[in-house]
């Protein structure tokens, strides 16, 4: 992604019927993404860091 000058990715998760959280650190494993998430909801917006790795490879 960076060599292809990419800046912004943008995961729509309108209408997840949720799941395994793992999933979501797998992803971002596997693209080396080491950012914040907001999260929207309604009027209320979370921000945290984002875990870029797996679980017990911390």
């Known amino acids: ?5 990419v800046s912004l990715l943008v995961v729509d998760m309108r209408y997840n019927g949720g799941g395994n959280s793992l999933l979501g650190n797998m992803l971002l494993e596997a693209l080396n993404i080491h950012l914040s998430i907001s999260i ?4 209320t917006t979370n921000t ?3 875990l870029g790795y ?3 490879r911390a």
Do not use: F, L, W
């Open 1 to 5: 992604m960076n060599q292809r000058g």
């Open 40 to 43: 929207s909801y309604g009027n």
């Open 48 to 50: 945290k860091k984002a």
């Open 54 to 56: 797996m679980a017990g």
